[in-house]
Nanobody, 122 residues
Framework: QVQLVESGGGLVQAGGSLRLSCAASGTIFRINVMGWYRQTPGKQRELVAAIPSGGSTDYADSVKGRFTISRDNAKNTWYLQMNSLKPEDTAVYYC????????????????WGHGTQVTVSS
């Protein structure tokens, strides 16, 4: 069993910055993929950024050049640095992990945090 806890959300003025963190705890051998998603009312949850353990990254077109995802594998923690924030970035942000629980197991389990609110004002 794995628990994900997000932090770092809040209210920020347009053009400002926030740094989100996600910390995972529990039975973890390796987190294969760490990610961030966001959701606004009436819309499906969308991928913002993802990073596999190997280090490559993937970003939504809307955040490329403004957001950066990074990770600390030793701490099972990952981050989303958000710069040049826009009102359109307002959403609940969720961290996501695809977890390999044991070295001897091929299982990959997916976990979600409960979300942190990011509000960008004009």
């Amino acid at each position: 069993q794995v628990q994900l806890v997000e932090s770092g959300g809040g209210l920020v003025q347009a053009g400002g910055s926030l740094r989100l963190s996600c910390a995972a705890s529990g039975t973890i051998f390796r987190i294969n993929v760490m990610g961030w998603y966001r959701q606004t009312p009436g819309k499906q949850r969308e991928l913002v950024a993802a990073i596999p353990s190997g280090g490559s990254t993937d970003y939504a077109d809307s955040v490329k050049g403004r957001f950066t995802i990074s990770r600390d594998n030793a701490k099972n923690t990952w981050y989303l640095q958000m710069n040049s924030l826009k009102p359109e970035d307002t959403a609940v942000y969720y961290c996501n992990a695809r977890v390999r629980p044991r070295a001897y197991s091929a299982r990959e389990n997916e976990y979600w945090g409960h979300g942190t609110q990011v509000t960008v004002s004009s």
